[in-house]
């Protein structure tokens, strides 16, 4: 994408106008996070540019500032006002999330979308034209800035949503109101509803940006808006037939029954309130306009948004953790992955990095599993909406390499070979002399120690865990795992490898089954005893499924696969002193069949065509099954977090969430037991220990210091 800026608009700068004017005349008025000069057409240019910050967001003072500039421009109106993002990677990303913490009360939300309304009215009545560039992200709040001008012109690779539903909320700065006044209503709710991106073409075929250009040619499009020689047509006869109130109750119940199943409203109260929102003033854009900020303060201060935004914040923690940008050291980028192994896990791995625009060689005694990897990512590349020429390009990206000779040019060799310390070393052995000197050897163990990893190594500083989970492309965590002789340059530089490929990374430490399978297989262990004591393992399931995990545990089993479960099991029984029941003899027989679950077609449930395939007929289970399923997961959670497997609660939620699933509308494993209170899990789980045996016992961590 060209630079996102007019050449002759670089905030700061006295240069030429963009008609060929002498110079852009600045404003005697300075401000902090906005810059307006006036052209000698006398079109005023105001580029947004939060100060101290990467992207723009709408904060309480971008705002102020910006109701100035617009009480400025009525007092002198222009010809016309072109708003614009002096960033260079986007438009607005939405509101400053940061203050939704400071809103403690609805009426104070309300006092202040208010404001926020007003002054977004004062830009949509200004007596003259008035026109928004989009580059890179106009998201939330920026687009429904957007939304309150005249025209919109987008510069090619721009993108547009409105993300909040993810936050439990719904648009509030009039969004609900313009966007489906503005295209097709269905597909203005369906955006709101599942706050999904919208990419440039599409974005023109819907009508939301009147038109998509290159950078260069924004002058001209621009002139041609004041010339009046841009025909855009407001009609959008597709909203016609739900300015009838039957039409919209029927169009909502659908809608209703859609989200629900996707989103239960006693988990996640947000589409409903939009659904409700449109479909009793979807006829009224005025009264839309005023009911969403009183629906928008009330979902905003539900345990559910409060929640949500948590997981925001634990996300963009994680996040930071991979951005080199924010250490104190900048390691090196990787730009040369070498992959060992292509089976399942290695192939997607490779792929996803690939994918991501790095160069990667794929290794494998056995060719065709490199073809299948090859194959995966092609696929991988259609349901991710790449183009022909994009899919070319990242396929050349992946180097098919039965030699393993990109050992002696890669960055970062990662090793993704079968779960066998034996096999492991010898992968290690063969590769370590050939290896450049300042690269990273990784491995994408699950459950051995790097302590046992490391031996016979000649350089044990260079390896470092880096455990990606199944399905690659769909989870959003890695693990990276140290040991104490890994040098922290190699962790830094893995850490920040794990942000360039647009993955969390979770630091934890080389304990038995790190953080993430040593919290999920007393989980799944819990479901195999009650699945032993009689329930249906659809009862089991759901249990899990209304407590809000995306998927029961056993399911959950299958997915993961239950070789991989009963090899975890008997590690952390063996190398931890956690009364894990045994692994039954049915369970075993199974694996040794190679009933393993989704991947061989039948496990604790058939599978069709990668589909589960369950009986709906089923009894409850009891009450009481939820602690048992849930208390372990959280007693492994606080034994990690004592033995300091992860460096706190916050990053160890963060982790659970986006690894596992955990509920995020619940904030975390952690947050939720707090939540309960600390004293009243402990009781819990001793009441279960008196009652099922010693692998409920609650750990010490439980008993706070003021308890002692």
Excluded at 164 to 169: F, I, Y
Excluded at 471 to 497: D, I, Y
Excluded at 563 to 568: A, K, P, Y
Aim: net charge neutral; hydrophobic share 45%.
């Amino acid at each position: 994408m060209n630079a996102p800026i007019l050449s002759a608009l670089a905030p700061r700068r006295m240069e030429l106008g963009p008609f060929g004017a002498s110079e852009l005349k600045s404003t005697s008025r300075q401000w902090q996070h906005w810059h307006l000069k006036r052209d000698e057409a006398n079109v005023a240019w105001l580029l947004m540019d939060k100060a101290d910050s990467r992207a723009n967001v709408l904060s309480e003072a971008v705002l102020r500032e910006l109701s100035e500039v617009i009480a400025a421009l009525q007092r002198d109106m222009p010809a016309a006002l072109v708003i614009r993002s002096a960033k260079p990677d986007s438009f607005c990303v939405g509101a400053d999330i940061s203050e939704f913490r400071q809103l403690k009360t609805e009426p104070d939300v309300i006092n202040q979308l208010v404001e926020a309304h007003l002054l977004a009215q004062k830009i949509v009545d200004l007596s003259c034209p008035t026109i928004a560039i989009v580059h890179g992200a106009a998201l939330g709040g920026g687009l429904e800035l957007a939304l309150c001008c005249d025209y919109r012109l987008a510069v090619r690779g721009a993108t547009f949503g409105v993300p909040e539903v993810l936050l439990g909320l719904h648009p509030g700065l009039g969004g609900t109101a313009r966007l489906p006044d503005l295209i097709d209503p269905l597909v203005a709710m369906e955006m709101m509803l599942t706050g999904r991106t919208v990419h440039d073409a599409q974005a023109s075929k819907l009508g939301l940006i009147d038109q998509l250009l290159e950078e260069r040619h924004l002058a001209k499009a621009v002139a041609a808006v004041l010339a009046d020689q841009v025909e855009v047509d407001r009609r959008n006869l597709r909203a016609r037939p739900f300015r009838l109130d039957w039409v919209r109750r029927l169009a909502a119940w659908r809608m209703r029954k859609q989200a629900d199943s996707k989103a239960p409203p006693q988990h996640y109260p947000a589409p409903r309130a939009l659904i409700k929102l449109w479909e009793r003033h979807g006829n009224s854009p005025d009264q839309m306009l005023h009911r969403e900020i009183y629906s928008f303060a009330h979902l905003l201060n539900t345990p559910a948004s409060r929640n949500l935004v948590r997981v925001f914040f634990l996300r963009e923690q994680l996040k930071a953790l991979g951005d080199p940008t924010k250490g104190m050291h900048k390691p090196a980028p990787v730009r040369h992955v070498h992959v060992i192994g292509a089976g399942a896990m290695g192939g997607d791995i490779a792929g996803w990095c690939a994918l991501q625009g790095l160069r990667v060689s794929l290794f494998d005694t056995e060719t065709n599993n490199i073809g299948s990897a090859v194959q995966k990512l092609t696929q991988l590349c259609q349901q991710k909406h790449r183009s022909s020429a994009q899919t070319r390009q990242i396929l050349d990206n992946l180097i098919p390499d039965p030699s393993n000779s990109g050992v002696a040019v890669a960055d970062l060799v990662l090793e993704a070979v079968p779960e066998d310390l034996e096999i492991k070393r010898k992968v290690y052995a063969e590769v370590e002399p050939r290896m450049k000197r300042d690269a990273i050897l990784a491995s994408n163990t699950s459950s051995i120690a790097l302590e046992k990893l490391r031996e016979g190594l000649t350089d044990a500083g260079r390896l470092v865990g880096i455990h990606f989970f199944n399905p690659v492309a769909q989870m959003q965590l890695v693990e990276v795992v140290a040991h104490s002789t890994a040098r922290s340059s190699a962790l830094e530089r893995a850490t920040t490898f794990v942000g360039q490929i647009s993955r969390l990374p979770a630091p934890v430490a080389s304990a038995p089954g790190f953080l993430v399978n040593r919290a999920l297989t007393p989980y799944l262990v819990e479901a195999i005893c009650l699945l032993d004591e009689g329930l249906s393992a659809e009862a089991i399931d759901q249990v899990a499924i209304d407590f809000g995990m995306p998927m029961g545990p056993l399911e959950l089993a299958d997915q993961v696969g239950l070789d991989i479960c009963v090899g975890v099991a008997d590690m952390l029984r063996e190398q931890l002193d956690s009364y894990l029941p045994e692994t039954p003899d049915w369970l075993r027989k199974k694996v040794e069949k190679g009933e393993l679950g989704r991947k061989s077609g039948k496990g604790i449930y058939r599978w069709k065509h990668g589909a589960v395939q369950k009986k709906y007929r089923r009894k409850q289970a009891p009450r009481g099954t939820q602690q048992r399923l849930l208390l372990p997961m959280l007693n492994a959670c606080m034994a990690c977090l004592r033995e300091q497997v992860i460096d706190d609660a916050d990053q160890l939620d963060g982790a659970m969430i986006f690894a596992t699933g955990f509920p995020p509308f619940r904030g975390g494993p952690m947050h939720y037991a707090a939540q309960l209170g600390f004293d009243t899990v402990a009781a819990q789980l001793q009441e279960l220990s008196e009652k099922h045996g010693p692998r409920f016992a609650p750990d010490p961590g439980w008993i706070t210091p003021a308890d002692e």
